[in-house]
């Protein structure tokens, strides 16, 4: 019998995340994975520890980096330096990077929340009376906080990112495996960002989001576009999860959860047959558009 891959699953099973269990989405899908890899699964902060004695390493809900920052970076510069296979790909533009490429693609012209990240380009957003100064490393909202105007000569710019406090109708997620989509969710209500319920997208909502998967050239992997639909009715780029996106899974049909177990086992396998998945991994910072 010949054998089978093994794969390194890293996940924070106890993450206490607003809103979604990551252990029970974890769950499921090793449960599943189990039936075509040897799997084993471990915490982020174990995973350079642990990596040498695995074919790949699969990052799922790990949490926000924030919160074991050295060994994530650890994790990142020995996957570089020994070749190590890991899914997501470390390559990724997007949150894997840091969030210092809204800036980018808000110069670029890209449909996004206008975003800053020095006080030179406050001419690139739109007038406001209040803003959101988030951190550039920042994910689950940790750190966010509301600007006034008046307020904004005294600001602290320093890892900062700045976006004009947006009005819209409500939060759209698309759910991609490689350049496939898979499924999509929206939450109706904006006080409550993790109530979801399915969307039905148009042609024109998923030409927006492979717009995105297409700039990040992930060839493999896991990727979450996160948008907002403004009063107005366009659709602006929240932001682009390509490290470890929540999936809410048990927000689908179970047709729906069963085809992107399907595709992500798929995509594993092909991931692994592709060669050594090595690339150029990129420092965290603002990535080129």
Known sequence: MPERPRILFV????????GRRYGDEDI?????????FDL??????????????????????????VHYRG????????????????YNPLTGRGDMAGKGYLPALTAAGFPVI???????????LPPADRYVA??????DSIGLTVVDRADLPRLDWNGLLLQP???????????????????ALHAPDPARRWHLTPYRPTPADLAFARRFIDWNTLDHGIQRIDACRTTAGELLLVELEDLNPYLSLDAVTPQQREAFTAATTASLHRFLAAGNGRG???AAGRPPV
């Open 11 to 18: 996940t924070d099973l106890a993450y206490p995340a607003r």
């Open 28 to 36: 499921h899908l090793t449960s599943r994975l189990r039936e075509h």
């Open 40 to 65: 084993a699964l471990c915490h982020p902060r174990d995973a350079a520890a642990l990596m040498d004695a695995f074919d790949a390493v699969v990052v799922r809900n790990s949490g926000p980096v």
């Open 71 to 86: 060994q994530y970076d650890a994790f990142r510069r020995l996957a570089a330096e020994r070749g190590t296979r890991v």
């Open 114 to 124: 206008p975003t800053v990240d020095r006080p030179a380009d406050l001419a690139l």
């Open 134 to 139: 988030k951190p550039k490393d920042g994910a």
């Open 165 to 183: 406090l947006v009005d819209f109708r409500y939060e759209v997620s698309f759910y991609f495996v490689d350049d496939a989509f898979q499924y």
């Open 280 to 282: 150029t991994v990129p």
